[in-house]
């Protein structure tokens, strides 16, 4: 018989499975599902002469070691002046996933693929999305191109979006890329593989770090919070280790965010009904207020991202080891973005986070449906046809993509906490420092830092708030249900 500790996986197996099926989300695809998917044997295809061919450009993917489901690519040249056209290259999975199949059904329920602790739970099947949508090394795909020449202030002057055939050259990872780019580490073999391709990825850090730093003066928000990745040694759930930024990921995350801002202009240059992902601005910014007050700072009375962006820089750079968890504190302050219908003409919402009017998703189709809804339109706007969803059809998308996104972060942080609870259960009686990371009328929570992880404060919590520090004991683990309670010492 095997030992308990063996089983870690399967456990929490278990518990993501029926954490699923309680919160409305599909763990496995129908059956008409996998014989579409079983039927499909080729990439999409198509000879229109509209169509450019791109692959004889140094595109490159950068994405985990374990990543396979690439869902864009990069590259860019230099211009005169300090500027660069940099071009993101986003799958064509539409081509092959079709409005209304067995296999869109599917991913119009659950509308994202759910990572676990344990298992991926993929939008689509992997067939598809590691294989024959997937932006995959050395592979011809069909791609949507987002085109921006951006200035040497990180501003992008021009843009342009069009479908093109590419192919990626290297498939990079985040932490060794990061490394070479930062100094401590050789190039990664497959990038010293591709002649000059070093220059470009240089140039594109160089691009990156300069829109960065353009979003920030602008009010985009430094929210640097811990995230946490299970490490496994075979079946056995060894640790909770954090899952931190780096160079590498900051260079895609600010073409991937300059890329959604570039397709929803363009769907309302065009007049096209799109799907924004919004955040709105924050109900508790008096609470915010009062934190940064306890910090001797002081915020306007009025929501502003600007002040608080200044605020959240002069904490980073005071107390580096302690911001994860003051970010942390302003990010439940801030709530949840969500889904929303953008006509033609009206004036959007916005996402506060990142200080920017027009916003979309669109660059991760093969693990998002909000994206692949966004590349619908795109593709039916230029090739001059209807709308692929008209406004009844993205509204009632919006409310349902917003309900399942939110479902597939309680399934996510559900099995978290019951890795956790694997981690703490022969740590029963010990005490930690802990951040208060919700006060409702529903409970009060907080985070212990070592290892990172979040619980109930079930006795002792009577006038705490988000943001506050306290010591608290480790009562009671139960790993099925991922609870972990806590008391105030």
Known sequence: MSRPSAQNRKQLQAVARRAMTERGLEPDFPAAARAEADAITKPGADSSASIEDLTGLLWASIDNDDSRDLDQLSVAEPLTGGAARVLVAVADVDAIVRKSSAIDDHARTNTTSVYTAAQVFPMLPEKLSTDLTSLAEGQKRLAIVVEMVVGADGAVTRSAVYRASVLNRAKLAYNSVAAWLEGTAPAPSKLAAVRGL????????????????????????????????????????????????????????????????????????????????????????????????????????????????????????????????????????????????????????????????????????????????????????????????????????????????????????????????????????????????????????????????????????????????????????????????????
């Open 198 to 489: 070093d220059e470009l990825l240089r140039l594109q850090d160089r691009v990156a770090q300069a829109m960065k730093k353009r979003r920030h003066q602008q009010g985009a928000l430094s929210l640097e919070t811990i995230q946490t990745r299970a490490l496994f040694n075979g079946d056995v759930l060894a640790d909770l280790l954090p899952d931190e930024k780096n160079r590498a990921k900051e260079l895609i995350e600010d073409f991937m965010i300059a890329a959604n801002g570039v397709t929803a202009r363009y769907l309302e240059e065009q007049g096209v009904a799109s799907l924004r992902r919004i955040l709105r601005t924050p109900e508790r910014w008096d609470r915010i207020v009062a934190l940064a007050a306890t910090l001797g700072d002081r915020l306007p009375p009025q929501a502003d991202s600007g002040a608080l962006e200044e605020f959240l820089v002069k904490r980073q750079r005071a107390d580096a080891l302690r911001f994860p968890d003051l970010a942390l504190s302003v990010v439940k302050l801030l709530g949840s973005g969500e889904y929303a219908l953008q006509r033609p003409g009206q004036t959007p919402n916005g996402h506060f986070g990142l200080a920017v009017r027009d916003y979309t998703h669109s660059t991760a189709p093969n693990r998002r449906f909000p994206d692949l809804i966004t590349q619908r339109q795109l593709k039916s706007t230029l090739a001059g046809r209807p709308a692929a969803y008209d406004d009844a059809e993205l509204e009632g998308l919006a409310r349902h993509c917003t309900t399942q996104e939110d479902a597939a972060a309680k399934v996510e942080r559900q099995v978290r906490k019951s890795a956790a609870a694997l981690l703490l259960a022969s740590r029963i009686g010990e005490q930690f420092d802990a951040l208060v990371t919700g006060a409702a009328e529903k409970g009060t929570w907080v985070r212990i830092l070592r290892p990172a992880v979040e619980g109930r404060l079930v006795r002792g919590f009577d006038g705490l708030d988000v943001g506050d520090h306290v010591r608290v004991e480790l009562l009671h683990v139960d790993v099925e249900r991922g609870f972990i309670d806590f008391a105030r010492s």
